[in-house]
């Protein structure tokens, strides 16, 4: 799977040097990577949706978290994605 985009939400503005180490890690892995922070308080867990709104991941942890201790990374049922997709795309997120 190729990802072009990645949309970070989080509920205020991020610290800047984790941001920054977030996109470098990013960029090192895909040079080319276009990286958008938005802001929205109404989304807590950790979603991961495909770019043909198709499927997607839900984590337990966040990204700086990973590898740390066990945490929960489930498939999201497709159902779920088009009931999810529609309200990221209604608060402007997609």
Known sequence: MLIDTIIFVTNST???SLKNDA???LF???????IV??????Y???YWISGNREKGLIMGTSL???GN???????INISD??????ELIGDSIL
Request: aromatic share 6%; net charge positive.
């Open 23 to 25: 996109q470098n890690g």
């Open 37 to 42: 922070h938005k802001i929205s308080s109404n």
């Open 81 to 86: 994605v088009r009931e999810i997709v529609p």
């Open 69 to 75: 201790k066990f945490a929960l990374v489930d498939r």
């Open 64 to 66: 700086n978290g990973l």
């Open 44 to 46: 807590h867990d950790r």
């Open 28 to 34: 090192a892995l895909k040079p080319t990577i276009y």
């Open 14 to 16: 991020i610290n800047n």
